[in-house]
Nanobody
Framework: QVTLVESGGGLVQAGDSLRLSCAAS????????MGWFRQAPGKEREFVTA????????YYADSVEGRFTISRDNAKNTVYLQMNSLKPEDTAVYYC?????????????????WGQGTQVTVSS
């Protein structure tokens, strides 16, 4: 069992930056691929980005490529999401997730553990 706790959400203006953190506990953090997803009101949860166990491989949704950066610190059991040039359409609840298998993939059904989410609101 892995417990994930997100933090760092808030209300910002368009063009601002925000960094989300997700702290993991329970099992060996470095054994998991980590991902970030988001869910806007009335929409399905969607993939944002993911990072491999050793941080050597990352994968981004087209909508955030070049603006968002995922990173991880295995010594601190934490994964981060640096979000720059935020847009109103980035407004959503952001979730981190952990995947037992080693491949870096999208898709909510491919992830085994989920955090409770943190709200990000971008005003225009």
């Amino acid at each position: 069992q892995v417990t994930l706790v997100e933090s760092g959400g808030g209300l910002v203006q368009a063009g601002d930056s925000l960094r989300l953190s997700c702290a993991a506990s329970g099992r060996t953090f470095s054994n998991y691929v980590m991902g970030w997803f988001r869910q806007a009101p009335g929409k399905e949860r969607e993939f944002v980005t993911a990072i491999s166990r050793s941080a050597g491989n990352t994968y981004y949704a087209d909508s955030v490529e070049g603006r968002f950066t995922i990173s991880r610190d295995n010594a601190k059991n934490t994964v981060y999401l640096q979000m720059n040039s935020l847009k109103p359409e980035d407004t959503a609840v952001y979730y981190c997730a952990a995947r037992r298998l080693p491949t870096v993939v999208a898709g909510t059904k491919n992830y085994d553990y989920w955090g409770q989410g943190t709200q990000v609101t971008v005003s225009s």
